[in-house]
Structure formats: structure tokens, C-alpha cells
């Protein structure tokens, strides 16, 4: 099964862009690589998704790099309300089981 | 407000006793999820339905667990015998079908609190 590491936590201040690296070293061949947000209280709510090279939207972007072993997810110009949990979500090889990561906590500082 | 919908959002019961929690997912979608989050962790999958044949179980999901989806539309998840290690948030989500799987819709959660 497909497992993702990611950093524990990040401080950032708002108006810069923050980057949150996403391992995924046995990431299967049609396993999608998908990010996902999550506020106290609330269920995950869908960032971006992508399979290989940068997927843009209004929100972020994703880059992925050839060998897909990880991913790194961009928030441009972050705000305080982007002060969050970020999971790294690699879909499980054969089965329905999704893997949430361990999460970034991400603090946005004024 | 189309989107997930759980119910009750908060749930404090004693030890050893039954709890139902109920899942109304976005109403196109035929695929169906549960996941229970602990404080600090991540969600934790649980089971996942395709229409109303329940096709994922995960080890989590011991004896005391079951879920069912009768009709292929709301989903229900009952604990029996409660233990204090049943505390968390009980998620829901639900996908369209032809989507990628990863494209999950949650809902706001059930607290459940075990004395």
C-alpha cells in the first residue's frame, strides 16, 4: 500500500508562498496524487489532484516530478485563512482504501 | 445545501452502549465512505460502498462496527458494546462515479464521545 510522508509542520506569513513536499515512494503506476485541506471541526475539503508534470487552479498548484515518488503542493501568497491541516492523499494500488498522510500543519502568521 | 450531510454532529454516550450514526451523501454520487479521525491524525479509512454493495472493509472495522447502505442512497454506521477507544470524529464522503476515486466529497463529521 502506498504510504505518504510529509513535514509535520510549517510557519509561514501571509503574502508568501508556501510549498509542502509530499513523499509517496510506492506510488502505483495509475495511482493519482490528491491534496486535500482540513479546518478544526470540519471534514477534508479537495485542493487539487494530478498524475505527472504541474496541475494548476485557482487555489494552488501541483508539481510532480517524473519519477512521481513526490509531490510538492504551492499555495501562492497565502492569507491567515489558510491556516490548516494538508493531507497528501496517493489513491491505494487495487483497492479502495485511501491513505490519508500524517498531515502538514500549516500556521500562517500575520 | 446539496453537499454531505451527517447526523447527529455530536454523540456522548457510556461505555458498552450502541450508537447509529447516519450519512446522506451528495445525491448523484454512488460511491460512499466512512473514515474515523482521532485528534492529531489523519483520517483513517474504514469502509467504502459502491451503490448499496459494500465492496472495502478495513481491519479497523472490528466485530463491534457495522455499516450498511440499504438502498444505495443514505449510509448508517453503528458501534455496538462502545469502548472508550471508539472516541473520534466519524467521517463520511461520497464520490461520483467515472471521477477518480480521489475526488471525495466529506461531510462535517460525528464527534462521538465515549465516557
Known amino acids: 500500500l502506498a504510504k505518504t510522508t510529509q513535514p509535520i509542520s510549517m510557519d509561514s506569513y501571509e503574502g508568501q508562498e508556501v510549498n509542502i513536499t509530499c513523499s509517496h515512494n510506492?506510488?502505483?503506476?495509475?495511482?493519482?496524487i490528491t491534496w486535500y485541506q482540513q479546518f478544526p471541526s470540519q471534514g477534508p475539503r479537495f485542493i487539487i489532484q494530478?498524475?505527472?508534470t504541474k496541475v494548476t487552479n485557482e487555489v494552488a498548484s501541483l508539481f510532480i516530478p517524473a519519477d512521481r515518488k513526490s509531490s510538492t503542493l504551492s499555495l501562492p501568497r497565502v492569507s491567515l485563512s489558510d491556516t490548516a491541516v494538508y493531507y497528501c492523499?496517493?489513491?491505494?494500488?487495487?483497492?479502495?482504501?485511501?491513505?490519508f498522510g500524517t498531515g502538514t500543519r500549516l500556521k500562517v502568521l500575520a | 445545501d446539496t453537499g454531505v450531510s451527517q447526523d447527529p454532529r455530536h454523540k456522548i454516550t457510556k461505555r458498552g452502549q450502541n450508537v447509529t450514526f447516519r450519512c446522506d451523501p451528495i445525491?448523484?454520487?454512488?460511491?460512499l465512505y466512512w473514515y474515523r479521525q482521532t485528534l492529531g491524525q489523519g483520517p483513517e479509512f474504514l469502509t467504502y460502498?459502491?451503490?448499496?454493495?459494500?465492496?472495502?472493509k478495513s481491519r479497523l472495522l472490528s466485530d463491534r462496527f457495522s455499516a450498511e447502505r440499504p438502498k444505495g442512497s443514505f449510509s448508517t454506521l453503528e458501534i455496538q458494546r462502545t469502548e472508550q477507544g471508539d472516541s473520534a470524529m466519524y467521517l463520511c464522503?461520497?464520490?461520483?462515479?467515472?471521477?477518480?476515486?480521489?475526488?471525495?466529497?466529506f461531510g462535517p463529521g460525528t464527534r462521538l464521545t465515549v465516557l
Open positions: 464522503a461520497s464520490s461520483q462515479a467515472g471521477g477518480s476515486h480521489n475526488e471525495q466529497f
Open positions: 510506492n506510488i502505483a503506476t495509475n495511482d493519482y
Open positions: 494530478g498524475y505527472k
Open positions: 492523499l496517493v489513491a491505494a494500488s487495487g483497492t479502495y482504501k485511501y491513505i
Open positions: 445525491s448523484e454520487h454512488n460511491r
Open positions: 460502498f459502491q451503490n448499496e454493495a459494500q465492496l472495502e
